[in-house]
């Protein structure tokens, strides 16, 4: 069975179900997975596993948060291989470091086929041990009441019927909401809301981040990279993650649950927050 509402996200399978002892039969809606595969300029940058919805996005906002290129010319996508083709103008280091990769492998001189995906993969494991490339110069400001309501939003329907998802909140300052992207990868979610805006013309450095996911070193260097100043999550992050975030200048907020939460670096974009920092 199938729900046209969660296409290519989520199916129903059967399976039983026990409750105190008690069996019954149930269709339980059950988050997929596909694997799929971003190039940018025609070379392979990953291949990963990603929930095949709004591919696009996921595309746009990867090469953008992995720090491959600085705008984004043009993205489709095969929707027959789950292959999503990106162009940009504007590429950086990164890439082109990924594409000498890409040709000692070709040449034979590398290590594998897989390698130059492998690198760019292996920078969400990096440890923060290097300052921050850049720093986010952001006036935006939110309300405690922004980050209450944050935490409402990010509870999407798909992530409450399979609790297999992870979900992303983009607003603009002022609680409008930019995009809303479930997956089940936390930072394909980050990926598919940047992307959105990308795509959409939507200034970055304006918005802040809602999300169901931790923030480690890997997720916070996403928003460093896509210019996000105010990230705010549900879960936890890492020493190495709240490090990042002070070294760049965005407001990391975690532990955002009812009317909680947890301030852990630039804590002036918050109002009402007092703070001896």
């Not at 025609?42 to 596993?49: H, K």
Request: hydrophobic share 35%; proline share 1%; with cysteine.
């Amino acid at each position: 069975m199938t729900d046209e509402n969660y296409a290519g996200a989520a199916e129903f399978i059967d399976a039983v179900k026990v409750t105190g002892g008690k069996s019954e039969n149930i269709e339980d809606l059950t988050a997929l997975e596909d694997q799929v595969t971003v190039l940018l300029n025609g070379v392979t940058v990953t291949s990963q596993v990603a929930t095949s919805s709004n591919l696009d996005e996921l595309g746009a906002g990867y090469v953008i948060t992995e720090g491959l290129c600085k705008d984004v010319k043009s993205v489709h996508t095969d929707g027959n291989t789950n292959t999503v083709y990106v162009t940009s103008d504007s590429v950086t280091e990164n890439f082109r470091k990924i594409q000498i990769k890409t040709a000692e492998t070709q040449t034979g001189t590398s290590g594998g086929v897989e390698s130059a995906v492998a690198a760019t993969v292996s920078k969400r494991k990096a440890i923060a041990t290097v300052k921050a490339p850049h720093v986010i110069e952001s006036d935006i400001e939110i309300g405690i009441d922004d980050i209450y309501r944050a935490t409402k939003e990010i509870i999407s329907d798909l992530w409450v019927k399979t609790g297999g998802v992870h979900c992303s909140v983009l607003f603009r300052e002022g609680g409008e909401i930019v995009a809303v992207m479930t997956d089940v990868g936390r930072h394909n979610t980050v990926d598919k809301v940047v992307g959105s805006a990308i795509l959409n013309g939507i200034d970055l450095n304006k918005c802040f981040l809602g999300c169901t996911g931790r923030q480690p070193y890997g997720m916070v260097k996403k928003c460093m990279n896509a210019g996000i100043p105010i990230i705010i999550s549900k879960a936890a992050s890492t020493a190495d993650g709240i490090r990042l975030a002070r070294e760049s200048g965005i407001t990391l907020i975690c532990f955002a649950r009812g009317e909680r939460f947890t301030v852990y670096s630039n804590p002036q974009r918050v109002r009402g927050v007092k703070t001896d920092q």
